[in-house]
């Protein structure tokens, strides 16, 4: 069964072998196939990674030079509130979920999702937030202007445009959770026998908290959007001062949901970071146990530190040096992770394909984010950079390089086992220099605008910080077209279907089912008789 | 086919667990308002004051609480058939305090009469330092026939008062102002 082979080549994993199933356009509306499934959620967030990207690059071209020349301050607003949701709930989350559908039955030897008609539904949820989403630029009074946090008072004073994002949020929130019940229930029930938990691939493991992460935290975003909703049109006052509400409050509920997201954000990706490096470092994972424990104390951690992301507002002392200090707790896990890799590369016999280039700039980055979050988790010191671009600069180095870096490493690891084609290793080459170097260029300024005093999310500037905001323009449109690279190198592989054939194990080092047991590229239906795990 | 079965109810047990874990997280937000309202009663934070004034009355700091001057109340009347005078004869307060007092006046005709009140000051420097904030001079008085009324004067003595003046005497007289009566009688 596992051995069938597709080479009747019309599309990427376009197998219409041994099963009636529709063809065409109806084959992706319907199909209830993780992998059918797992490539729409790629497709869609690459997607709304370019549409994000473009509002990025017109904020970047404004901020070019001080004054006003492009955009009014009140498009700008709009600019950076829906550059920063469609990045986070419509570009990095998605793309984790595509992997999640891609790879965790085959890493766990099971024949698909558990609920495989609902895993259809969470996806198809996602275009229609998104259209939502985005044509909120086109009522009255524009998109929403409140920042990604859609923060009270304002989120309650603007237009109709908010309606349509708090309505996309929520079918955003509703796709999540219905995803993560879907992961938790694979990963649980659905193991090949033999696979003890403690067997798991890193990837799974970082899924399965991701997955408990979401269903803990996206109903409480779902709580304080609804509590918005109602005060905007039926008359309550949760956040409305006037009627006795707190807004205040608003940003409480919202980081309860938002510290643990920048986890969710993450976590898969210390998970693909975990599989790309033992592969390419040709040693099993340093420390695995560790390596557990290290993402489950992040992930408890996460939900007693969200006030971070709010020292200014007037907490008493004692609540500041909790969170200070319970923030800089998570850089111990986070420490043993990195840790962890390094060690796992130490004596290694490396080389340095695309994916681990990836993965090593990845470490070599994100390792710079989180010290500048330690920096900001310092109480004082924050109080000095709250809303400048040193945090611009931070969570940048962190979700960008971060996740999307692991985005990127995973893409390539695990694209010859998906199309069945190897991509072009000169041009992923090329992607990564150019990435790294366009990333450092672009946001590397920001931390002495910040440092200097630049606030955030504003479209001008004083003229002494525009060098700088020169600089990281540049280095943003450098980056961005970069990102049309990694899409010929994709396209190439998956609908061109030009390059080298793939082995059903092109990395020498790995070592999970997928490579094991499955050739490239993985048949539609695979794993129908589970394999025994020693 | 026993098996799939089984895996399949024992799937769709585990998404009900989950999916009430997602419900009670959803009410967890809604909670989170009383107890963010009862943590920040507790905690005091909605007090705007400083730790521990909340519940007193705001205190001056302008308030020269080493001595203290002795206010003297005076009244007259001139042709004016009014009986006019203070609640009190005298008060004493610190300088910077705010004080009030009372005055009661009387018409004793049976038709409306105006008045006005101008003050004087004993010693007369007290004046560059008495500071009145409210009071009954700074407009023309009418009583109708035979009314009483009571009337306030509201005022600080400066801190910055010499400190060899240890007494002020604040004196009003009523003056009858000529022709404001025959406007007020018509109107």
Same mark, same amino acid.
């Given at each position: 069964?596992?051995?069938?082979? !597709? ?11 041994? &099963? ?14 993780? +992998? !059918? ?65 891609? %790879? ?7 024949? !698909? ?17 998104? #259209? /939502? ?20 008072? /304002? ?13 996309? #949020? ?20 659905? @193991? ?20 408990? /992460? ?17 005060? @905007? ?33 993450? #976590? ?6 975990? %599989? ?5 470092? @040709? ?40 969170? $200070? ?21 130490? %004596?290694?016999?490396?080389?340095? &394909? ?17 010290? *500048? ?5 310092? $109480? ?7 809303? *400048? ?35 072009? &290793? ?9 990435? #790294? ?67 059903? @194990? ?7 089912? &997928? ?18 795990? +020693? | ?187």
């Amino acid at each position: 069964m596992s051995a069938v082979i !597709d080479t009747h080549g019309h599309g990427h994993t376009d197998h219409d072998g041994h &099963e009636h199933h529709p063809s065409g356009l109806m084959r992706w509306v319907t199909t209830t196939n993780h +992998k !059918d499934i797992g490539t729409m959620y790629l497709w869609f967030s690459f997607t709304m990674l370019l549409i994000g990207g473009v509002l990025a690059l017109t904020i970047r071209a404004e901020l070019f030079e001080p004054g006003l020349q492009i955009v009014n301050p009140e498009f700008f607003n709009q600019l950076t509130t829906m550059h920063g949701l469609i990045m986070v709930f419509g570009a990095i989350m998605p793309a984790f979920v595509g992997f999640a559908n891609w %790879q965790i039955p085959l890493m766990i030897g099971a024949p !698909d999702m558990a609920f495989a008609r609902m895993n259809n539904w969470s996806f198809w949820l996602l275009p229609v937030a998104a #259209l /939502l989403l985005i044509s909120s630029f086109f009522v009255p009074g524009g998109a929403p202007a409140a920042g990604w946090t859609i923060y009270a008072p /304002l989120s309650l004073q603007m237009g109709p445009g908010m309606d349509l994002g708090i309505f996309a #949020l929520h079918i955003m929130g509703a796709s999540s959770i219905m995803g993560s019940i879907n992961i938790i229930t694979t990963i649980l029930n659905m @193991r090949a026998p033999g696979m003890t938990l403690m067997k798991m691939p890193m990837f799974v493991w970082t899924w399965l908290i991701t997955a408990y /992460l979401l269903i803990a935290v996206m109903p409480v975003l779902a709580g304080a959007i609804t509590m918005t909703l109602t005060d @905007r049109h039926f008359g309550t006052s949760f956040f409305n001062a006037a009627g006795g509400g707190d807004p205040v409050m608003f940003q409480h509920i919202f980081w309860f949901f938002g510290h643990p997201e920048v986890y969710i954000m993450i #976590l898969p990706a210390f998970g693909i970071i975990s %599989q790309v490096i033992p592969a390419f470092a @040709r040693k099993p994972l340093f420390g695995y146990a560790s390596m557990v424990y290290a993402t489950s104390s992040i992930a408890i951690l996460s939900f007693i530190v969200w006030a971070h992301h709010m020292f200014t507002v007037g907490l008493p002392t004692a609540g500041l040096l909790f969170f $200070m200090y319970a923030t800089m707790l998570i850089a111990v896990p986070t420490g043993v992770k990195v840790f962890n890799w390094l060690a796992t590369m130490w %004596q290694g016999s490396m080389t340095f &394909e695309t994916p681990m280039l990836f993965a090593v700039g990845f470490i070599f980055v994100f390792t710079m984010g989180g010290f *500048t979050g330690l920096m900001l988790a310092i $109480m004082p010191v924050d109080v000095q950079m709250q809303d *400048t671009y040193y945090v611009v600069a931070h969570f940048h180095y962190v979700l960008v390089a971060g996740s999307l870096f692991a985005i990127f490493a995973g893409t390539y690891f695990w694209i010859p086992k998906w199309t069945g084609i190897m991509y072009d &290793e000169t041009l992923g080459k090329w992607h990564f220099w150019l990435s #790294l170097v366009f990333f450092n260029v672009t946001f590397f300024p920001m931390h002495f605008l910040g440092l200097a005093g630049m606030p955030r999310r504003i479209p001008d500037y004083a003229s002494q910080f525009t060098e700088f905001n020169q600089i990281a323009s540049v280095g943003a449109f450098g980056f961005g077209l970069t990102q049309l690279l990694f899409l010929y190198i994709v396209l190439k592989c998956s609908v061109l279907r030009k390059g080298e054939k793939a082995p059903a @194990r092109p990395w020498e080092g790995a070592d999970t089912l &997928e490579w094991t047991h499955l050739p490239s590229p993985a048949p539609y239906h695979s794993f129908h008789e589970q394999p025994e795990v +020693k | 086919m026993n098996a799939p079965a089984a895996a399949s109810a024992s799937n769709r047990r585990m998404l009900k667990k989950l999916l009430v874990v997602a419900l009670g997280m959803f009410g967890f937000g809604f909670a989170m308002v009383p107890f963010y309202n009862k943590l920040c009663e507790v905690a005091g934070l909605r007090e705007l004051w400083q730790p521990g004034e909340a519940n007193a009355a705001a205190v001056n700091t302008q308030v020269d609480l080493t001595r203290k001057v002795t206010i003297e109340f005076d009244s007259n009347v001139r042709m004016l058939p009014w009986t006019f005078k203070p609640m009190a004869s005298s008060v004493e307060v610190h300088p910077g305090e705010l004080t009030q007092m009372m005055y009661e006046v009387k018409n004793t005709l049976n038709e409306p009469v105006t008045g006005q009140a101008v003050p004087s000051y004993g010693p007369r420097q007290a004046a560059l330092y008495f500071n009145k904030l409210q009071c009954f001079c700074f407009t023309q008085q009418t009583l109708a026939a035979g009314e009483v009324r009571q009337m306030p004067v509201v005022f600080v003595v400066d801190p910055a008062l010499p400190k060899d003046i240890g007494t002020i005497t604040l004196s009003y007289t009523f003056f009858r102002v000529d022709g404001a009566d025959r406007k007020a009688a018509k109107g």
